[in-house]
């Protein structure tokens, strides 16, 4: 009972608003301290690979960027379900925020993929099932933005945009199963498999580390885009109206 | 440190990495201030006439 | 949960499970071209297409490597360990390409069942170690 109401509580917009504009100073200066962390440790102490030399560094960019790319799009359909179910607005709001930072990571995923790809492989590209799988996850990011920009009023845009990122939410499990499923060019999972990872442990840390960082990116770009979204839904209302004055006598 | 930049030979692959990664988030970063400084602009502007509430808000 | 809302969760599973099934179909009737290589076992089976190009995975075969002197051609062989097949090739390999490698060629069999192949990519793991670790436990599995 205590915990429905303390949701229902924060998920007035006002509240979570305010919530947020409380939590952002301390997620960013986190932030800053894990990504140092993780950079240093993957481009200074974690060793070369045994086969790979120096050029598998880039996973501390990529492997995280990816893991982003899938866990966000997941937030997105679950928050457009229970904004379908319960027409939460901070769902909707949830929803469309997360649909810009999810898009930047897929296109980083795809990038930094192509920058590995080229000098490992031997090509920027290839039509393997898991490439492509992940550019379909980047489309679909781009169809959700261009939805919902496309409706003048926000909450039919959202009801849109939310029946939309269910529809694609089948391509998740593609993508982390493709190099299963099908003969790929890319390889297996190493850290997500059930034993144990198949990475060392000084090369491990790094990736967590930078994981955890690009994660706090995620939750600081969707709370600044919600508090955004917030404030354009609610212009009229009196807790703006509010907020308003008082910036205004500062 | 000359070490450290080219990496082995890979020099060039991993800072376009890294580079490319950090210039996406930064933008996304900037992009988040400029339009919350925007709607606060507006809706300053807004309660401050009171008048006409449509458009005010528009995102373009 | 209301009746509304039971309704609204109804069709959203319905959504899902719908779309689920499409892309199951969907999939299975492209299985094939997903294939993204054959294995030398698929090809001594007959199942790699004979008209178009089309790829072979495996392992590059311990000392089959053989370069040409005066040019960039070269031959090695491709293994699944069941069956192998000759691969000819001319031009840059990848830097992760070596013996034992798992390697994909892009290609065309010839008249002779050489494999000549027009792309060379390797095909790394997902096994991460520094060198020592790699040497140590190489020597770890001679010794049993």
């Known amino acids: ?250 | 440190m000359n070490e450290f930049l080219t990496m082995g030979g890979y020099g060039f692959y991993i800072w376009t990495a890294y580079g490319v990664s950090f210039l996406v988030l930064a933008v996304d970063a900037l992009v988040n201030r400029l339009q919350q400084r925007k709607t606060l602009q507006n809706l300053a502007q807004f309660h401050q006439t009171q008048h006409n509430p449509t458009n005010i808000l528009d995102e373009h | ?144």
């Open chain 1, 1 to 250: 009972m205590m915990i429905t109401h303390y949701l229902h509580k924060i998920a007035s917009p006002a509240a979570f608003y305010l919530f947020c504009g409380r939590c952002l100073p301390w997620l960013i200066a986190l932030f800053f301290i894990v990504l140092a962390l993780g950079l240093y440790g993957g481009l200074v102490t974690a060793p070369a690979d045994y086969q790979q030399g120096d050029a598998f560094r880039i996973i501390y960019v990529h492997v995280p960027a990816a893991w982003m790319s899938l866990f966000i799009y997941l937030v997105m359909a679950i928050n457009a379900a229970v904004a379908l179910i319960w027409r939460i607005k901070i769902s909707e709001v949830i929803v469309v925020s997360s649909a810009y930072i999810g898009a930047s990571f897929t296109f980083l995923a795809l990038v930094t993929g192509s920058l590995w790809g080229k000098p490992m492989w031997g090509t920027w590209w290839t039509w393997d099932a898991r490439l492509t799988s992940e550019l379909v996850l980047l489309f679909l990011y781009f169809s959700i933005i261009a939805l919902y920009n496309a409706y003048e009023d926000k909450r039919v845009a959202s009801k849109a945009i939310s029946i939309l990122a269910l529809v694609g939410v089948i391509n998740i499990p593609i993508i982390h199963y493709s190099v299963v499923w099908w003969n790929t060019l890319h390889q297996g999972a190493t850290v997500t498999k059930l034993d144990k990872p198949s990475i060392h442990i000084d090369m491990l840390i790094p990736l967590l580390e930078m994981a955890f960082a690009f994660n706090l990116y995620y939750l600081i770009s969707l709370m600044q885009r919600a508090r955004n979204e917030i404030l354009k839904r609610e212009f009229n209302s009196l807790w703006v109206k509010k907020l308003c004055q008082e910036s205004s006598n500062e």
């Open chain 3, 1 to 144: 949960m209301n009746t509304k809302r039971k309704k609204r969760l109804l069709a959203i599973v319905l959504l899902v499970a719908g779309v689920s099934i499409a892309a199951y179909l969907a999939l299975q009737s492209f299985n094939e071209n997903l294939m993204y290589f054959y294995s030398p076992s698929d090809i001594k089976a007959g199942k790699a297409p004979t008209n178009h190009l089309f790829r072979v995975g495996g392992l590059v075969e311990k000392n089959s490597l053989i370069r040409q002197e005066d040019s960039l051609m070269l031959e090695f062989r491709v293994t699944d360990q069941a069956e192998t097949i000759g691969v000819q090739y001319t031009g840059i390999l990848p830097d992760l390409f070596r013996e034992g490698q798992g390697i994909i060629a892009r290609g065309k069999l010839n008249k002779n069942g050489l494999f000549v192949a027009e792309e060379v990519l390797a095909k790394h793991d997902e096994n991460y170690m520094p060198p020592e670790v790699a040497d140590s436990l190489k020597m770890h599995n001679k010794a049993q």
